[in-house]
């Protein structure tokens, strides 16, 4: 790439498709040609902004004397497939979001991207595609929502679907629906998207600061212009993510991630990025950090408070403060600086959104990896979000192919207080996809029943959810793993404190039953989902279309 990819007579068909568009001469000889991949979709709050966004960047590139290139790139909201089938093509949706900027990138040969995106796997496969491509890369994200305001009372999207399992009237949904989500931007909850905004800060992948602007604050545009110019600087430098993303950055981000009580599906991403990258990263080192870092972060479902309420309380960079002594501080960031001189210049702000950590808001992580004979493998918890009369649960499990048939349970009256859902079939492989289990833990919240019934799956669960959930069971049980041979009536024990989930049954009646077992056919035959199942990595290596051997792969 650079100037000589566009100068020279070999070039003369190239500059003229760029002039066709209506560039000039000068721009496509001499300045860098940084790629705007902007995930505008008009369907959704958390993306329908981007364009203005979008613009500001565009702004910033030029004035700092380089040439941006707009494309767009794939953008869903989850909360459209929110109980359907076809939630599981969200965690697929990283993966082609990925694709989707290296094919553009690879074949325009930009010197440099800003991508623009706000939501979920969006803009974790934005992330996985800087990693990647390993071109001088930012992201600039569409900030978070401005919580509604409802009966008196704060709300967020998750009441809605609260109230909804709860026996609130069509009129009465119609009412809160016109209240709860009055911006745009993303649901202003500790879900998949606000955590991985703010993942881009630690990862040196957004601007310092910048994330959690709401969407609604004029900042953002003036923060997105920023950025742009500093995209053009990076450029010129040659400063790639290989250069900025070392392991000490991916444990640093773990940290964080433990700290604020980040969503499970984080851990999924980070594992895909140090994949991408070389490093090698296992649940081990999650486990590590669960034993050394407590949440100190108040935000929805883990306080009573909204990421615009944490934005305004500091931040990343606050929480980044006081996780100082913890971190590797040595690591490189964005800056081309030390993150020791960032935070030098971070004054650190103790409220009650941001706590410090010696005043944890719980005595325990944000986040904990589960291991036992039921997951061997590894499986995940937000210990934050479960209730104490169910962080240890002893129950009889009642066994689900699947989120619907466990919902239509649920709304039957056949869980009762002191059960152990079982829903397998969901993972990486079985979905295909990993599907967030919306409809069944909505209806256990919407019920009460959250606080005295445990559930366990292969597949994932929301940001919003809170109850004894495990997700991330592995082996799934599309490969054989124990979950698959649960049957009705065995007895589970979910014990988060000491960080176990067992299936008490004999090795030997195990043995007999994988003996019997049979794996299912693929669910889809053909598509993107198809080649999801056969291309995938397991839960516990992050479950992107990574096929390459691991080992093989490790540099740093």
Known sequence: MGTEYWNGAEAAHRRVMMKAAGYSDEDIRKKPHIGVPNS??????????????????????WAAGGVPVEFGIPATCGNIANGAEELKYEQVGRDIVAMSVEFVTRVHNFDGLVMVASCDNIIAGCYLAAMRLDIPSMIVTGGSMQPGQYCGKTVVEADLDSA?????????????????????????????????????EVLNLVLPGTSTIPASDNAKLRRAREAGKY???????????????????????IM????????TNAVLHILSYAYELGIKL??????????????????????????????????????????ESKLFTDAPSMYGCTWKEL?????????????????????????????????????????????EEVKYLKGKAKVFEGD??????IQAGEIVPGDIIVIRYEGCKGAPGMKELMLSIDALIGLGLHKSVGLITDARFSGFNYGAIIGHVSPEAYDGGTIALVENGDEIVIDIPNGEVNLLV????????????????????KGCLNIYAKMCRPAEEGGAMQPWGLDARFKR
């Open 40 to 61: 505008y979709m008009s369907g959704s709050p958390g993306s329908a902004h981007l364009r203005q966004i979008a613009e500001a960047v565009k702004e910033g590139i």
């Open 164 to 200: 909804r399992f709860s026996g609130a009237t069509e009129e009465e949904l119609m009412d809160m629906e016109d209240n709860v989500c009055p911006s745009f931007g993303a649901c202003p909850s500790m879900g998949t998207a606000n955590t991985m905004q703010m993942l881009g």
């Open 231 to 253: 995209a053009v600087k990076m450029a010129k430098e040659g400063r790639k993510p290989s250069d900025l993303i070392t392991k000490e950055v991916l444990l640093n981000a």
């Open 256 to 263: 964080f991630d433990m700290a604020v009580a980040g969503s």
């Open 282 to 323: 296992t649940l081990e080192d999650f486990e590590k950090y669960a034993d050394e870092i407590y949440c100190i972060n108040a935000v929805v479902p883990s306080g009573p408070y909204t990421v615009v309420d944490f934005h305004y309380a500091g931040g990343v960079m606050n929480v980044m403060k006081m996780l």
């Open 343 to 387: 935070l030098s210049k971070v004054t650190p702000k103790e409220n009650e959104v941001i706590h410090s950590l010696e005043r944890p808001l719980f005595h325990e992580p944000g986040l904990k990896i589960l291991r036992g004979n039921l997951s061997p493998n590894g499986a995940i918890v937000r210990p934050t979000a479960v209730y």
């Open 404 to 409: 619907r048939p466990a919902f239509e349970a």
């Open 506 to 525: 004999s090795d030997e009646e195990l043995e007999r039953r994988k003996a019997n077992w049979v794996c299912p056919p693929l669910k889809e035959e």
